[in-house]
């Protein structure tokens, strides 16, 4: 089955700095990769989805960058404020599937 | 306003006992689920219903079940052979189940906590 991994598990970044979470992924067939963001005691909330029609989208300071030949997709965030400061999982998914397989997180930190 | 409401945000459980999770969404979205996310880790599929009267077990469904009468409600009842049930639990739900993946739209997730 799909398996995604994400990295890093914690990133520190000094505010106005960049910020660049990468995931891979295992099954070919996947073809949508959303990105979540989590903050403390809350549900995941969408920042940005790419389906694999395309290799890059951006919206304000954040992006994301797939490679479909390397099985593998990034966040990048630039300008990083404080309220970036949460926890971020990347996903994938299929349409011959359903559900969503899951990073494990990335603990994002904003240095003052 | 239209969204995805878990009740209680916060649940104890006296060992032994079946508790269970509200879910509860006004988006009219076919599919629904149940996540369980422990500290640090990420979300692991306990159930999911893509329609009426339907669903299938994700990767962690022993100790769980659940039940969809209504398309807009999924509730979790947490059984007593569930040996480690005290987690952060979030319910999500998604726009059609027969077609290209949409975004999931989540619950704020109920703590359950075993005493």
């Known amino acids: 089955g799909e398996n995604v991994e994400q990295h890093p598990s914690t990133l520190s970044v000094q505010e106005g700095d960049s910020a660049v979470i990468k995931c891979t992924y295992s099954?070919?067939?996947?073809?949508?990769f959303p990105w979540y963001k989590q903050e403390l005691g809350k549900g995941p909330q969408l920042i940005i989805d790419?389906?694999?029609n395309v290799g890059e989208k951006k919206d304000q300071r954040i992006a994301v960058t797939l490679n479909k030949t390397a099985k593998h997709f990034s966040l990048h965030i630039t300008e990083t404020q404080p309220e970036d400061s949460a926890v971020y999982f990347c996903?994938?998914?299929?349409?011959?599937?359903?559900?969503?397989?899951w990073g494990a997180g990335t603990k994002l930190i904003i240095k003052p | 306003d239209g969204g995805i409401t878990q009740s209680p945000k916060y649940l104890f459980r006296k060992e032994g006992q079946n508790v269970t999770l509200s879910c509860e969404q006004n988006?009219?979205?076919?599919?629904m689920y149940w996540y369980r996310q422990d500290p640090g880790q990420g979300l692991r599929l306990i159930y999911y219903?893509?329609?009426?009267?339907?669903?299938q077990k994700g990767d962690i469904a022993e100790g769980y079940s659940v039940s969809r009468e209504k398309k807009e409600s999924f509730p979790l009842t947490v059984t007593s052979a569930q040996k480690n049930p005290t987690a952060f639990y979030l319910c999500?739900?998604?726009?059609?189940?027969?077609?290209?993946?949409?975004?999931?739209?989540f619950g704020q997730g109920t703590r359950l906590t075993v005493v």
């Open positions: 988006l009219n979205h076919d599919a």
């Open positions: 996903a994938a998914s299929a349409d011959s599937n359903y559900q969503l397989i």
């Open positions: 790419i389906r694999s």
């Open positions: 099954d070919s067939a996947s073809n949508y």
């Open positions: 999500a739900s998604s726009i059609q189940a027969d077609g290209p993946n949409t975004e999931a739209f």
């Open positions: 219903s893509q329609i009426v009267n339907d669903f």
